[in-house]
Structures are given as C-alpha cells and as structure tokens.
C-alpha cells in the first residue's frame, strides 16, 4: 500500500514539474512576442512637440473665444473659463492623438503653462483649459531637467 502512495506521488510530481516547465515555455514565448511587437510598434510620443501643437491651439481658441466676449470681460488678463474640452480634442489629428493631447495638457499644467479648471461635479468632458503662459521655456526646462522624461 505505501509503494501505491509513493507512486502516486511520484506521479503528480512529475506531472507538477512538467506542468510548470510548459508554463514557463509559454511565459518564454509570451513575453518575447510582447517585446519584439513593442520593439517594431512606434516609439513614445513625441510630448514636447504635441506639447507645442497643443498650446498653440489652445492660444487661437482663447483668442477666439475672447473676441467672442462683451468689451468688459475681453480686458481680463486671463478669462475665466479656459478651452471647453470638446474644443481641446479638436486639435487631435486622429483618434490616436487624443492619448498624446491629454498627455500634453498634464504636461503643460505640470510646468506651469496652463491651468486645468474642473468643471461641474460628477460630470465627464466637462473641464476647461486656461493658458497661463506661452513661454516654451518653461516646459522645456521641465523636460530637459528629467532625465526618464519621454524624448
């Protein structure tokens, strides 16, 4: 009877073993399937560029939309209500550069060039972006003083 006890667990061990073996063939084969597309698939976003592109258009929209304003509120040096986000996504070239805008704008509020102004509570696409400067240094000093910053 313990020889039977003994083979069987014999058995289910090698099994285990050949098992987890199989298993890390698969993960092998997985993950250099995953690098080798993440190697041929397009590099990182080019943020200081989108970051540019982006804040240029978020400047005609706030010109737009203050030559919109009565004469009192065009006096202000920044207007309330920044670019709505229906307006900010406009700038997107294609579906796959909204990714790279809003990437663009935390970037921009990051070092200083916009503000994000929340919108109402509990609602979605509901925040503004105000341009506070258009100084292109102020966001590349940023990415230049970070050394993993995306390039």
């Given at each position: ?11 289910i061990g090698v099994c285990v073993q050949k098992e987890s073996s199989g298993q890390q063939h698969q993960w092998s084969s997985w993950s250099a399937d995953v ?117």
């Amino acid at each position: 009877m313990t020889n039977v006890i003994r083979a069987t667990t014999l058995s289910i061990g090698v099994c285990v073993q050949k098992e987890s073996s199989g298993q890390q063939h698969q993960w092998s084969s997985w993950s250099a399937d995953v690098l080798r597309r993440a190697a041929l698939s397009e590099r990182a976003p080019d943020v200081q560029a989108a970051a540019a592109r982006l804040l240029q258009h978020l400047q005609r929209e706030q010109q737009r939309a203050q030559q919109q304003q009565h004469p009192q509120q065009q006096q202000q040096q920044h207007p309330q209500h920044g670019v709505p986000c229906a307006r900010l996504l406009a700038a997107a070239q294609d579906a796959h550069d909204v990714p790279r805008l809003f990437l663009a704008t935390l970037f921009l509020a990051n070092a200083g060039n916009v503000e994000v102004v929340q919108g109402p509570p509990l609602t979605l696409n509901s925040f503004s972006v105000r341009v506070l400067s258009t100084d292109e240094r102020l966001y590349r000093a940023l990415a230049d003083a970070d050394e993993n910053f995306l390039r």
